[in-house]
Every structure is written in structure tokens, then in C-alpha cells.
């Protein structure tokens, strides 16, 4: 009798590929907004995104199993649209990869004394061979590092929530401040917080069908949003929100946002399992996005599953980022906002599309997303929102919190 895949393994590759750039940029993205906006911002947004999933792997069937977005788009909505969808995946999968890969460099030189860039340069070659190896290889590092991440995140969240001021976590020593504004700036990073779609195909692919894969999709979802919610609390119920101004100022980076907490716990142990969090965190998106991206571009190139094919996927992959990196490090959350305002296209505008395309043309049987006509025109509404907030606070005509 064939095995098949445990919804907890994809459940956990999908929550890893989330949980990396969400709770490393959430909290220096929300802290104009502060702990209720913040929180209704990321619900809304997981919402909207485990939806727009679905329809993406509704797009999917009567399709071969190793499809991606590139044979599906150019096939249902034309060569043009399928090259600015092309053009959108690689940029946000690529900008993320850039940003884990800069970050990691970051950590393991506070951590060990190592330079960044070498650091940088070794994360990369080590684990990004995870990816090549297999998507079962994958699936048994996420589950690790789920496990590693929920340890690590339970030891330091412990010292951090028995510390939780309520006058810090509603803000109650500001008078008159105001928090809703900033929250619509807040979006583009909250839904790179969700931005699993480029896994949605290796998914399917792993599961051989699209109810289970879809379970695990909101199974990911679901573990992304908890973790979100208890870190939000935990750091805004500790570190003042006029602190976080540093931070900001530092482009978000991770480095900076573990210095601030490290300010404020009094345990080495307990900073120490931040560290650790932080690492299993960019750990565990990097080998997720990076295996949605080198599906997708295999898919694209047409490489075969080969260990030729494979390396020929894993160097359009990985070796763009890491040269970038190299070259430019810049700010975390600066790459995180772009990647979330680009991303809006493949993960908001053109699934629906596709959902609506396949039923236009009839395709009832099978699995299908939740929602008429009226649930993809409010996926296709909220993306252009955040898309368009995203540009507006670049140009400075929304409110930006400056700490």
C-alpha cells in the first residue's frame, strides 16, 4: 500500500516558508500600528491569502502534476500576462532569498565572529542543497525546524511573556497617539508574512492531489498566524513602542531588532533562544521559498529532474541572490515591503483570475475555492490596495512611524 505524505509535513513547509519573513518583519512593521491594529491586519490578511491559494490550486487541475504558474497562466490568460506574472514571481522568490540569505550572514556573525559575507556564503551553499537534493528533504528539515523554532520560540517567548506590561502592550503612557493610519502602511509586509503561493504547485505535486494539499495550506496558515499573534504580544508587551525607532531606522534589520529585545531581557538564556528562533526562522523560509522558486523556474526552463536538471535549477535560484547579497546589503524590511507590494500580483490579482478563467470555461468538477464571483473580486480588491499603499508610503503620502 503506497504512503502518503503526512498533512503535518506540508503543513509545516508551508508555515516555514511564512514564518521566516513575517516574524522577522512584523514587528518593526507594526510598531505604528502597535498590538490591536497590528493583529487585525495579519488575521485579515491570512485570511485573504489561504483563499487566493486555493483558488491558485483550483487553476491547477486537469493540469500534470510538475505544472506551475508559468504553464497555467501563459495557457489561461496569455503570453503577456504570463511574462509580467514570470517576471513578479522571480523578483519577490529572488528578494526574499536576498533578504533570508543578507540576514543569516548578519546573525552568524554576531553569533560566532565569522564574517558576513563568508557567513552568508556558507548558509547558502549547505542548505540550499536541501533543495536540491528533494522536496521530501525538505519536508523532513521543515518539520525539524518547526519543532526547533516552536522550542526555541517557547523558551524565549516564556521569559519575554511572564514580562508582558499591559501598559506596554496597549500603550497607555502615550496620550493622544494614534495607531489605525499606520496600520494600511503595514499590509504589503503582512502579506509577505503569507506568501507561500510559489509552494502551492510542490504541494499539489507531493500530495498527487489538490483536497489534501489544500488542507495542508491551511494547516500552514493556521501554525503562521498563531506564531505571529504570540510574538506580536510578546514583543510589544515588552519593548516600548518609542524604541523602536532605532530599528526603523536601521532598515528593520533582524540584528537590530535582537539588540533592542536583548536590551530589555535580562537572561542570556533567553536572548540566546531568540537567536536561535531568529536562525530557524530564515532557516526554514529560505529552504521554502527557495523550493517553490526552483520548482517554478525549472518548470519555466523546462529542466528535468535530473541531478543535472536539478543543479541547473539550483544555480537560476540561488545564485542571483547570494551574488546580490554579496554585493548589496540593504535593509530587511525595505526588501520585505517591496517583495510584499510586487508580490500582490501572483498572489492576489492573478489566482483569482484564474479561478474565474477555469470557471468561465466550465471546469466544475474537482476541488474548488470557497466563493463566487464576489470572494475573487475582494482578493483582487485587497491586492491592489496594498499595492497601491505600498507606493504611496515610498512617495511619503501615508503616515510612516519613525519611533
Known amino acids: 500500500m503506497e504512503h502518503k505524505p503526512s498533512l503535518v509535513g506540508g503543513a509545516c513547509i508551508i508555515a516555514g516558508v511564512c514564518v521566516g519573513a513575517g516574524m522577522l518583519g512584523l514587528p518593526s512593521a507594526g510598531a505604528g500600528a502597535w498590538t490591536l491594529w497590528s493583529l ?33 497562466t501563459r495557457d489561461l490568460l496569455g503570453e503577456k500576462i504570463n511574462a509580467l506574472n514570470n517576471l513578479s514571481v522571480y523578483f519577490v522568490g529572488g528578494i526574499l532569498l536576498y533578504a533570508y540569505i543578507t540576514s543569516s550572514g548578519l546573525i552568524i556573525q554576531e553569533m560566532t565572529g565569522i564574517g558576513s559575507h563568508a557567513a552568508s556564503v556558507l548558509f547558502t551553499l549547505v542548505f540550499s542543497a536541501l533543495v536540491w537534493h528533494s522536496t521530501r528533504a525538505v519536508d523532513r528539515i521543515s518539520v525539524l525546524l518547526i519543532i526547533l523554532m516552536m522550542l526555541s520560540f517557547a523558551f524565549g517567548i516564556s521569559g519575554l511573556s511572564m514580562k508582558i506590561s499591559p501598559d506596554l502592550l496597549f500603550d497607555r503612557m502615550s496620550e493622544h497617539a494614534s495607531y489605525a493610519p499606520y ?23 507531493y500530495y498527487g492531489e489538490e483536497r489534501r494539499a489544500s488542507r495542508a495550506i491551511l494547516g500552514g496558515t493556521v501554525i503562521a498566524l498563531a506564531f505571529y499573534t504570540v510574538w506580536l504580544l510578546s514583543v510589544f508587551g515588552n519593548l516600548p513602542r518609542g ?7 536601521q532598515g528593520g534589520n533582524v540584528d537590530a531588532l535582537l539588540k533592542a529585545l536583548g536590551s530589555v531581557i535580562e537572561s542570556k538564556a533567553v536572548a540566546s533562544a531568540l537567536n536561535a528562533f531568529s536562525m530557524a526562522a530564515i532557516l526554514s523560509s529560505f529552504i521554502g521559498v527557495g523550493l517553490g522558486v526552483f520548482d517554478y523556474l525549472a518548470d519555466l526552463f523546462k529542466f528535468d529532474n535530473s541531478r543535472g536538471g536539478r543543479a541547473k535549477s539550483w544555480a537560476v535560484t540561488f545564485l542571483p541572490p547570494l551574488v546580490l547579497s554579496l554585493l548589496f546589503p540593504f535593509g530587511f524590511l525595505v526588501a520585505i515591503g517591496y517583495a510584499g507590494a510586487v508580490a500582490t500580483l501572483w498572489t492576489c490579482i492573478i489566482p483569482p483570475l484564474l479561478a474565474w478563467k477555469v470557471r468561465s470555461m466550465g471546469k466544475h ?15 483582487i480588491v485587497f491586492g491592489v490596495l496594498t499595492a497601491a499603499f505600498h507606493l504611496l508610503n515610498m512617495v511619503g503620502w501615508l503616515p510612516a512611524y519613525t519611533g
Open 40 to 72: 487585525l491586519a495579519v488575521a485579515l490578511t491570512m485570511v485573504v491569502m489561504t483563499v487566493s491559494g486555493w483558488m491558485l490550486l483550483e487553476s491547477y487541475k486537469g493540469y500534470p502534476l510538475r505544472v506551475s504558474f508559468d504553464t497555467v
Open 243 to 249: 524604541e523602536f525607532g532605532p530599528v526603523i531606522e
Open 365 to 379: 468538477e474537482g476541488f474548488r475555492a470557497p466563493g463566487g464571483i464576489a470572494m475573487i473580486a475582494l482578493v
Open 183 to 205: 496600520a494600511i502602511g503595514m499590509l504589503p509586509v503582512a502579506l509577505t508574512s503569507f506568501g507561500y503561493h510559489h509552494s502551492v504547485s510542490s504541494m499539489r505535486a
